[in-house]
């Protein structure tokens, strides 16, 4: 069915170390991913993107990898900032088909200091 | 480039009433979508337009309509309006390519 989903909803990570996000999918023809920031009180903001026929791309400070063979995907942040702060969804955006973009329910990430 | 601006920003409404949600979309963008994001969710899709017309639409019932004007600026429509349609109603809009730019969305809250 059309779902993206998330492992974990809440993560909190040391101010200064790395990130990782994780995402898993359930259609396996979907075709194109994106990773959002959504701070309190905002719109989400679009941080990365990566098209199915990509394993891995990067970023400033991110890297998003795709692994088609378990339907993953997960985001990494570098140097983890407290700027990082907020709730990350991964869509799907079923290109050529319905243009519609399909959220998960969102990670929230914490900075420690 | 102001962005993807919507008004008002927030809203309080009655059970019953009715209620429009505008959205002005990034410049040069000709597709606006609508989304609704209950508290602690991801945000769910309603519908798409493009060209003036009602493109894709979400698990949504008809209370919720909508239109694209031909400046591309769209209008959101909630017809007898529930408790559970509280939430935060975000427009995206896009060049008709994939990235999609968000708004800040309004804040509805139904009493």
């Known amino acids: 069915g059309e779902s993206v989903g998330l492992h974990l909803p809440t993560l909190s990570v040391q101010e200064g170390d790395n990130s990782i996000i994780n995402c898993a ?3 396996s023809a979907s075709d194109y991913f994106i990773w959002y920031k959504q701070e309190s009180g905002k719109g989400p903001q679009f941080i990365i993107d990566i098209r199915s026929n990509m394993d891995k791309r990067q970023g400033q400070r991110v890297t998003v990898l795709l692994n088609k063979t378990v339907k993953h995907l997960s985001l990494q942040i570098a140097a983890t900032q407290p700027g990082d702060s907020a709730v990350y ?5 079923r290109v ?12 929230r990430l914490h900075i420690l200091p | 480039d102001a962005g993807v601006t919507q008004s008002p920003t927030h809203l309080i409404k009655t059970r019953g009433q009715q209620v429009t949600l505008r959205c ?3 410049s040069g963008h000709d597709t606006v979508s609508w989304y609704q994001q209950a508290l602690g969710q991801g945000p769910q899709f309603i519908f798409q337009y493009y060209e003036e017309e009602e493109r894709q639409r979400g698990n949504f019932p008809d209370r919720f309509s909508g239109h694209q004007f031909p400046n591309y600026s769209s209008e959101l429509n909630v017809n007898a309006l529930l408790l ?15 990235e999609a730019f968000f708004g800040q969305g309004t804040r509805l809250t139904v009493v």
């Open chain 1, 96 to 107: 050529n088909r319905d243009d519609k973009i399909i959220f998960g329910k969102g990670t």
């Open chain 1, 25 to 27: 999918y359930s259609n």
């Open chain 2, 24 to 26: 002005s979309p990034k």
């Open chain 1, 89 to 93: 969804f991964c869509a799907e955006n």
């Open chain 2, 84 to 98: 559970g349609d509280s939430a935060l109603y975000l427009c995206a809009s896009s060049p008709g390519s994939l």
